[in-house]
């Protein structure tokens, strides 16, 4: 038993290094091969590379004969072909199939529009609107955020604008040329011009009396916003304090930082001063009351406030009756609104 033991053995080994041999001539002749080609230098072919990856696989002392290349290099190119052969494999099996083009749109939508939802929270409004979907899903679809989120600027503006109240002055001339300050005040949250006064003489004590009377008690602004004329001075920005309201300067020349007062003196003068001449100041003030108070707070509507006026209008549809129209400031401007 022992001897034939020991044929055994004996027989793996010339075996075996017979099968050495053998692989060594193989590996020798194939660079041999690889030098005769006609090159400036040496060529390497994906067969070559091939060969070299088999026989790193089935001959343990396959480094032993290499020369063309370091054996590091071998077990790159192994690597590199393992690569292209799982990327062909996932190319027959496709993985999950896809949602509905409608659901990867909504998630989209919730995630652009409320930046500062995470994964979790988008997931669980969906499952209250009927879809069952993993977080998972929602993470590949939804709208990458910087971190942190914020929220946009319009909507920073938006929660402030109900505080924000901005005023300004601008001069009308009379047929006689008499100079007259008219002084409006608007509310940023709906556009509305909460007041408006006349005046030849705009001094600091008329001015923080017209923002008395235009905020009762408990109803005044956080914030002011005016420009840098004499009437604003630190004595009147200490009386707006006595108030609890805040004073807002813009920079000097800088009319663009009050936009919404500055484009309401351009549309006093477009849509009514410019058509009229003025004869007095009881005609300016009646002729200011007629176009703020009946057109241009309760009529006139505003594309930022929903194409609505600051006073909002109903929708007057027509079954409500007949169209007719109501003339404003002599037929400078029409009401339209539908009677039974």
Same mark, same amino acid.
């Given at each position: 038993m022992r001897f034939t033991k020991l044929i055994i053995i004996a027989f793996f080994k010339i075996f075996s290094c017979k099968a050495d041999l053998i692989a060594e001539n193989i590996s020798l002749?194939?660079?041999?091969?690889?030098?005769?080609?006609?090159?400036?230098?040496?060529?390497?072919?994906?067969?070559?590379?091939?060969?070299?990856? $088999?026989?790193s696989k089935i001959w343990?002392?396959? @480094? +032993?004969? =290499?020369?063309? *290349?370091?054996?590091?290099? *071998?077990?790159?190119?192994?690597?590199? =072909?393992?690569?292209?052969f799982w990327r062909l494999k996932s190319r027959k099996k496709p993985g999950r199939p896809k949602i509905d083009a409608e659901l990867r749109q909504l998630i989209r939508k919730m995630s652009q529009e409320n930046p500062t939802w995470g994964v979790p929270h988008i997931k669980s409004e969906l499952t209250l609107l009927g879809y069952n979907i993993a977080e998972s899903t929602v993470a590949k679809y939804m709208v990458k955020h910087p971190k942190p989120p914020s929220q946009t600027w319009r909507t920073f503006l938006k929660n402030h604008a109900a505080d924000i109240v901005a005023c300004d002055f601008f001069t009308i001339y009379t047929v006689t040329f008499r100079v007259y300050y008219v002084f409006i005040m608007l509310r940023h949250s709906d556009r509305m011009i909460v007041h408006f006064n006349i005046t030849q003489n705009p001094t600091l004590e008329w001015t923080f009396q017209q923002i008395r009377e235009a905020f009762p008690f408990g109803t005044t602004p956080r914030y002011l916003f005016h420009d840098n004329g004499s009437v604003f001075s630190s004595r009147f920005r200490?009386? $707006? @304090?006595?108030?609890?309201?805040e004073s807002v300067k813009t920079a000097y020349r800088s009319p663009w930082q009050s936009p919404y007062v500055e484009r309401v003196n351009g549309? =006093?003068?477009?849509?009514? $001063?410019?058509?009229?001449?003025?004869?007095?100041?009881q005609h300016l003030r009646r002729i200011l009351e007629?176009?703020?108070?009946?057109?241009?707070?309760?009529?006139?509507?505003?594309? +930022?406030?929903?194409?609505?006026?600051?006073?909002?209008?109903?929708?007057?549809?027509? +079954?409500?009756?007949?169209? *007719? +129209?109501?003339?404003? $400031?002599?037929?400078?401007?029409?009401?339209?609104?539908?009677?039974?």
């Open positions: 002749r194939q660079q041999l091969a690889i030098y005769k080609r006609k090159h400036k230098r040496i060529q390497i072919k994906n067969s070559d590379r091939l060969f070299w990856i $088999l026989m343990a002392k396959w @480094k +032993s004969a =290499l020369i063309i *290349v370091k054996p590091e290099t *071998v077990v790159r190119w192994h690597k590199n =072909l393992f690569k292209i200490n009386k $707006l @304090k006595s108030l609890g309201i549309t =006093l003068r477009r849509e009514c $001063l410019d058509h009229i001449i003025i004869l007095n100041e007629e176009f703020i108070e009946t057109y241009y707070n309760q009529v006139r509507p505003h594309l +930022s406030i929903n194409r609505n006026a600051p006073i909002p209008r109903e929708i007057d549809p027509p +079954s409500n009756g007949k169209l *007719v +129209s109501i003339p404003i $400031l002599g037929g400078l401007h029409n009401r339209y609104r539908r009677v039974a």
